[in-house]
């Protein structure tokens, strides 16, 4: 019976007793994470002014006072706003630390470098240089011989520093002050040169003998200008050969008295008359470029003056496009605009606007411009040739058969 009584009583303690975990863990088998995890679900016996309750409320009471106090943290961290008293800052150039103590900049040390041995202190380069009177004005007292003999224009710099950038400032600075300061002469002067200067802009022409078209240029030879247009891209498309009419009448008169006869075989004996002597020249050449529908004419001057070039003709068909739609009129609109800018950025403004002429006037060369036509000509060329031919004519007929 004791044996039995034993045994129940030993169950009993077991239901009654209270269930308690062992929080305690192994270090080895935890990390430092892990460590405060684990104190931080551990659950302690409430203090004597704390409530009892059970573990999850003390967590969260716990957790509770963590916030508080971070929050609390980030409030003293936070900047606080600045008030009047700290806008008053020390009058003199001093560090000031955390604390509000004041202390002085560390001084210069004594000991100079040698590229700067020669560059006096402050202190004396103000006991050096005077000021200038400031009731006066700068340029004023640089005027006058004294003032200037009282102000340093050109400090004392070392050789190392004269010859860098700073040197050449200095100089050039004491230039302008020294130049400027001769009582308004060269004001005057520089003023009367502005006026020259404009006027002779105003007068300027444009010189048309240099311009050219294509690369063709005027007074050039018939080979120089076959040589330009293959390069440019223009095939030679007509030829027109001449004779002087002077030439041409003396001719047939020639043939004729040889018993040649008919108008055909009169026109080729004439030719070849023209031909052997040399009085046979090239008049006219045109180019075209097909696929941009450009074109030019070319004119010579007789053998009497080489046969150079006195006049250019040039004409573009892009901007002949017909047509009254949108499309019409917008593409006809930017080809007379892309037209105009390439003349502007070529041969610059006119000389006379309203009728969109470059030259010197006169009988000397010229251009003309319109909607996608150019003319370059050189007048005075064209009359020299006229007038070597007359001369040829008379040398050759011998008019002067009047005595009286």
Not at 163 to 183: M, N, R, V, Y
Request: net charge neutral; glycine share 4%; with cysteine.
């Amino acid at each position: 019976m004791k044996q039995r009584l034993y045994i129940w009583v030993f169950f009993g303690v077991l239901l009654t007793a209270e269930a308690r975990a062992d929080v305690s863990f192994d270090p080895t088998m935890f990390s430092s994470e892990k460590e405060a995890e684990a104190a931080a679900f551990q659950i302690t016996p409430p203090a004597p002014g704390e409530a009892k309750g059970d573990a999850l409320q003390q967590i969260k009471a716990r957790r509770r006072q963590e916030q508080q106090s971070a929050a609390s943290s980030a409030d003293e961290s936070r900047p606080k706003p600045m008030d009047e008293s700290d806008l008053d800052f020390p009058e003199d150039d001093a560090e000031v630390l955390e604390e509000g103590a004041i202390v002085p900049q560390i001084q210069i040390p004594q000991q100079r470098p040698a590229a700067l041995s020669n560059i006096a202190p402050p202190a004396q380069q103000n006991k050096q240089q005077t000021p200038p009177d400031t009731s006066r004005g700068l340029v004023d007292a640089i005027a006058d011989k004294d003032a200037a003999k009282k102000i340093d224009l050109t400090p004392n710099l070392p050789g190392s520093v004269e010859k860098t950038w700073i040197g050449k400032i200095t100089e050039k600075a004491a230039k302008e002050i020294s130049s400027s300061g001769d009582k308004g002469k060269s004001s005057d002067e520089s003023m009367e040169q502005l006026m020259q200067s404009a006027s002779q802009k105003k007068n300027k022409r444009s010189n048309a003998s240099v311009f050219d078209i294509s690369g063709v240029m005027l007074r050039m030879s018939k080979e120089q200008v076959e040589r330009i247009m293959q390069n440019r891209g223009f095939q030679k498309v007509h030829e027109k050969y001449e004779i002087p009419n002077f030439i041409r009448w003396r001719n047939e008169e020639k043939c004729r008295n040889s018993g040649v006869v008919g108008y055909e075989r009169l026109a080729n004996c004439v030719a070849e008359t023209a031909k052997k002597e040399g009085h046979r020249y090239t008049e006219t050449l045109k180019f075209s470029k097909f696929d941009t529908k450009e074109h030019i004419t070319v004119r010579f001057t007789s053998n009497f003056t080489r046969n150079k070039v006195y006049k250019i003709t040039y004409k573009s068909m892009a901007q002949t496009i017909t047509g009254n739609s949108a499309k019409a009129i917008y593409l006809r609109n930017i080809k007379i605009y892309d037209f105009w800018k390439r003349i502007n950025q070529k041969y610059g403004t006119p000389d006379n606007k309203d009728e969109v002429i470059w030259g010197l006037g006169g009988s000397k060369p010229y251009m003309q411009a319109s909607s996608g036509y150019l003319l370059l000509e050189d007048p005075m060329l064209r009359e020299l040739d006229f007038t070597r031919m007359s001369r040829e004519d008379q040398r050759y007929m011998n008019t002067d058969l009047y005595n009286f």
